[in-house]
């Protein structure tokens, strides 16, 4: 068994990005070189389709159909270069008739008319159809495009369009080869376009980071001027990073070189500020919008709803209600992303009457709730166990609002299983497939993570065999759950096979993954290599979480080796984790098992000093404990000492020991009536 331990060990992956693949190259057919100039017949065809074209008479189209050539085609679109749209309509029509081919410079001819005519979003579609479903090399198309402009006094901002449709299908190495490319023969794309591949950059990949600020860099060395728009997408990039003093200072250099920010700018800052537990700094920038502004810019919904939204991430869900009224004021009416961040946020501080309050006054201010409100009420409701209000609240959705999407079925799935109703999982689960509505593997993982739970085997394997025959595949989560369960199984050989595979299948173990091995060499009492593992982690660079160091610590106090116990509890401290109700909880555990109740009772001190809430769990541990070794006027009082500072009790804790003592106590007969 050894053996594999360190086998384990030594192989936990590093992380890597994997490199994208780019659209094929077949080519559209050849283009021939320009006729001589047009003999009588074909001027009198020209003439003809003209006159029959500027009165859209396609009957009489179709008859001269079998005359169509490509320089004919391309002199109809560049006569019609003052009307676009009949243009675009006459190119259609050519690219309907079976006996003619379009070729590539016609084509772009058609996209320079239509960029000219600043029909933008119809000359991208011709681009993004050529380089998609054509295939045609983006080179190809710059060549024609160059040819073409060249020869009939096309469009230069056509080049700008080449850069934004690469984009647009996902191939931003293609528009950086055009840009260098057009570079390289001394043509400058615009700022614009630029700032269209850095923004492409920017949100392709959370991991493009360095591609966003190496391509950044290389427009500045080449002599671009930044605009506005180029700012704001460097202050975006530096709040997604977490850098959010570095982007303050963009700001400032933007104010000092006379770019002034329009609101973009301030919306990006404060959302930054809101993503980064800042929240208060991007209050206090959201009330100076107009003095850093010279009192041109106003907040705007978009505004309000970043802070509104950061507010009740932040536990201020109150705050963030008093914001949204203070934003009718100012006559901004909210929208429904704005209701949706405020009953998201008291669904998660458990006040789902206040989330259901808000509900309905979206429906009194006539905003539509949308999919995403329900489903984020829905989630709340059956985290918290109100699976009946779940139930109202999704007859009401399919009945007036909105319909199920795969999310609500996920929600669904996984909710019922959370409140052990396996039988109305699995029910959506099938319904979610006759609906073509299970387009992902997490209400598999909700199922298998159950059914591993309650024992059943055979029913786990039956829906494996379902999950592969649907296309899918086994994801990080579902090895993770295996795992779990082997290790709880105590099947380590089993569970390191399984992490084996998860590798070998390209899926890399997260940190959730790694807090189940860790727990499972703890629950085996191989703390050793637990810590191990630990330390290889940090090696590679990731980030451990309060689970993995309270894993740690019940570990080593249910072993009696308190001083590495407290050792970790200082580690965690120290890399800026901070100690929360489950850490107290495990060592007011520990303190009541070895008898040193009164230290147990001061730790509960300590707690609620720091402004820690104990939980139901703090309860049962300390009103268990007590109740088997003090007095039951100790027991009471400790109920009342804790009920009175907020401690939720444990329902089954009460009735099972408090009320019974307090019934004993009153039966007693009074001491003065004896």
Same mark, same amino acid.
């Given at each position: 068994?050894?053996?594999?331990?360190?086998?384990?060990?030594?192989?936990?992956?590093? %992380?890597?990005?994997?490199?994208?693949?780019?659209?094929?190259?077949?080519?559209?057919?050849?283009?021939?070189?320009?006729?001589?100039?047009?003999?009588?017949?074909?001027?009198?065809?020209?003439?003809?389709?003209?006159?029959?074209?500027?009165?859209?008479? =396609?009957?009489?189209?179709?008859?001269?159909?079998?005359?169509?050539?490509?320089?004919?085609?391309?002199?109809?679109?560049?006569?019609?270069?003052?009307?676009?749209?009949?243009?675009?309509?006459?190119?259609? =029509?050519?690219?309907?008739? *079976?006996?003619?081919? /379009?070729?590539?410079?016609?084509?772009?001819?058609?996209?320079?008319?239509? #960029?000219?005519?600043?029909?933008?979003?119809?000359?991208?579609?011709?681009?993004?159809?050529?380089?998609?479903?054509?295939?045609?090399? /983006?080179?190809?198309?710059?060549?024609?495009?160059?040819?073409?402009?060249?020869?009939?006094?096309?469009?230069?901002?056509?080049?700008?369009?080449?850069?934004? @449709?690469?984009?647009?299908?996902?191939?931003?190495?293609?528009?950086?080869?055009?840009?260098?490319?057009?570079?390289?023969?001394?043509?400058?794309?615009?700022?614009?376009?630029?700032?269209?591949?850095?923004?492409?950059?920017?949100?392709?990949?959370?991991?493009?980071?360095?591609?966003?600020?190496?391509?950044? $860099?290389?427009?500045?060395?080449?002599?671009?001027?930044?605009?506005?728009?180029?700012?704001?997408?460097?202050?975006?990039?530096?709040?997604?990073?977490?850098?959010?003093?570095?982007?303050?200072?963009?700001?400032?250099?933007?104010?000092?070189?006379?770019?002034?920010?329009?609101?973009?700018?301030?919306?990006?800052?404060?959302?930054?500020?809101?993503?980064?537990? #800042?929240?208060?700094?991007?209050?206090?920038?959201?009330?100076?919008?107009?003095?850093?502004?010279?009192?041109?810019?106003?907040?705007?919904?978009?505004?309000?709803?970043?802070?509104?939204?950061? %507010?009740? $991430?932040?536990?201020?869900?109150?705050?963030?209600?008093?914001?949204?009224?203070?934003?009718?004021?100012?006559?901004?009416?909210?929208?429904?992303?704005?209701?949706?961040?405020?009953?998201?946020?008291?669904?998660?501080?458990?006040?789902?009457?206040?989330?259901?309050?808000?509900?309905?006054?979206?429906?009194?201010?006539?905003?539509?709730?949308?999919? #995403?409100?329900?489903?984020?009420?829905?989630?709340?409701?059956?985290?918290?166990?109100?699976?009946?209000?779940?139930?109202?609240?999704?007859?009401?959705?399919?009945?007036?609002?909105?319909?199920?999407?795969?999310?609500?079925?996920?929600?669904?799935?996984?909710?019922?299983?959370?409140?052990?109703?396996?039988?109305?999982?699995?029910?959506?689960? &099938?319904?979610?497939?006759?609906?073509?509505?299970?387009?992902?593997?997490?209400?598999?993982?909700?199922?298998?993570?159950?059914?591993? $739970? *309650?024992?059943?085997?055979?029913?786990?394997?039956?829906?494996?065999?379902?999950?592969?025959?649907?296309?899918?595949?086994?994801?990080?989560?579902?090895?993770?759950?295996?795992?779990?369960?082997?290790?709880?199984?105590?099947?380590?050989?089993?569970?390191?096979?399984?992490?084996?595979?998860?590798?070998?299948?390209?899926?890399?173990?997260?940190?959730?993954?790694?807090?189940?091995?860790?727990?499972?060499?703890?629950?085996?009492?191989?703390?050793?290599?637990?810590?191990?593992?630990?330390?290889?982690?940090?090696?590679?660079?990731?980030?451990?979480?309060?689970?993995?160091?309270?894993?740690? +610590?019940?570990?080593?106090?249910?072993?009696?080796?308190?001083?590495?116990?407290?050792?970790?509890?200082?580690?965690?401290?120290?890399?800026?984790?901070?100690?929360?109700? /489950?850490?107290?909880? +495990?060592?007011?555990?520990?303190?009541?098992?070895?008898?040193?109740?009164?230290?147990?009772?001061?730790?509960?001190?300590?707690?609620?000093?720091?402004?820690?809430?104990?939980?139901?769990?703090?309860?049962?541990?300390?009103?268990?404990?007590?109740?088997?070794?003090?007095?039951?006027?100790? /027991?009471?009082?400790?109920?009342?000492?804790?009920?009175?500072?907020?401690? @939720?009790?444990?329902?089954?804790?009460?009735?099972?020991?408090?009320?019974?003592? &307090?019934?004993?106590?009153?039966? *007693?007969?009074?001491?003065?009536?004896?």
């Amino acid at each position: 068994m050894l053996a594999s331990l360190f086998r384990f060990i030594v192989k936990i992956p590093p %992380l890597t990005l994997q490199p994208r693949r780019f659209i094929s190259q077949s080519r559209l057919p050849k283009t021939p070189s320009l006729p001589p100039s047009p003999s009588l017949e074909s001027q009198v065809i020209f003439d003809a389709i003209c006159i029959n074209l500027r009165r859209r008479k =396609w009957k009489f189209l179709q008859q001269v159909s079998p005359h169509l050539t490509g320089p004919l085609v391309r002199r109809v679109i560049l006569c019609f270069r003052s009307s676009p749209q009949l243009a675009l309509e006459f190119f259609n =029509w050519t690219s309907q008739q *079976q006996r003619f081919s /379009v070729d590539l410079d016609t084509h772009m001819v058609l996209v320079h008319v239509l #960029v000219s005519g600043r029909l933008f979003d119809e000359a991208l579609c011709i681009m993004r159809k050529l380089m998609g479903d054509g295939a045609v090399p /983006v080179l190809e198309l710059l060549d024609s495009m160059a040819r073409t402009r060249k020869r009939y006094n096309g469009c230069r901002d056509a080049y700008d369009a080449l850069v934004r @449709s690469c984009t647009q299908i996902g191939t931003g190495e293609d528009a950086c080869l055009v840009i260098e490319t057009l570079r390289a023969r001394g043509v400058w794309v615009s700022i614009h376009a630029c700032n269209n591949l850095l923004n492409h950059l920017l949100m392709s990949s959370p991991d493009a980071g360095a591609a966003f600020w190496n391509m950044y $860099k290389e427009i500045l060395a080449v002599g671009y001027v930044e605009n506005v728009n180029t700012f704001n997408l460097v202050i975006y990039g530096l709040c997604r990073e977490s850098k959010i003093q570095e982007a303050f200072s963009v700001l400032y250099r933007m104010l000092k070189g006379r770019i002034f920010p329009n609101i973009a700018t301030f919306n990006i800052l404060i959302d930054g500020c809101c993503r980064n537990d #800042v929240v208060n700094l991007g209050y206090d920038l959201f009330k100076k919008i107009k003095l850093v502004s010279g009192n041109t810019i106003k907040p705007n919904v978009v505004t309000f709803n970043c802070l509104i939204n950061g %507010l009740c $991430k932040a536990g201020k869900v109150e705050d963030g209600e008093k914001l949204m009224k203070d934003m009718l004021e100012t006559k901004i009416l909210p929208n429904v992303q704005t209701y949706a961040s405020l009953v998201d946020g008291y669904g998660r501080e458990g006040k789902p009457e206040e989330a259901l309050r808000l509900l309905i006054e979206m429906l009194d201010y006539g905003i539509v709730p949308n999919i #995403v409100v329900y489903n984020s009420l829905l989630n709340w409701l059956f985290k918290q166990g109100y699976v009946e209000e779940a139930c109202f609240l999704l007859s009401d959705m399919k009945k007036v609002h909105a319909s199920p999407d795969h999310y609500t079925y996920a929600i669904l799935v996984n909710g019922y299983c959370r409140n052990g109703n396996v039988q109305e999982a699995i029910r959506y689960y &099938i319904q979610s497939i006759k609906e073509k509505l299970l387009k992902d593997i997490i209400p598999y993982n909700s199922l298998i993570s159950y059914l591993f $739970k *309650q024992g059943s085997i055979y029913e786990v394997k039956q829906l494996l065999g379902r999950m592969f025959g649907s296309g899918l595949t086994p994801d990080v989560v579902t090895y993770s759950i295996f795992i779990d369960r082997l290790f709880k199984n105590r099947n380590i050989d089993d569970a390191l096979e399984v992490y084996d595979e998860m590798v070998k299948e390209g899926q890399w173990p997260n940190l959730i993954t790694y807090n189940s091995i860790i727990h499972g060499f703890c629950r085996m009492e191989l703390l050793d290599v637990a810590l191990l593992v630990i330390e290889e982690l940090r090696r590679t660079g990731m980030l451990l979480d309060v689970f993995t160091y309270n894993t740690m +610590i019940n570990g080593y106090l249910s072993n009696h080796r308190v001083d590495e116990a407290f050792h970790i509890c200082h580690d965690m401290q120290r890399v800026g984790i901070a100690v929360n109700e /489950v850490t107290c909880n +495990i060592f007011m555990d520990y303190l009541c098992r070895i008898g040193c109740f009164e230290q147990a009772k001061d730790l509960l001190r300590i707690m609620l000093d720091r402004l820690f809430i104990p939980d139901h769990i703090t309860y049962t541990i300390l009103i268990t404990a007590f109740s088997k070794n003090c007095s039951a006027n100790e /027991v009471i009082e400790l109920h009342d000492y804790m009920v009175i500072r907020g401690v @939720s009790p444990d329902d089954f804790t009460y009735k099972t020991i408090v009320s019974i003592l &307090i019934l004993a106590e009153e039966a *007693q007969p009074c001491p003065a009536l004896i």
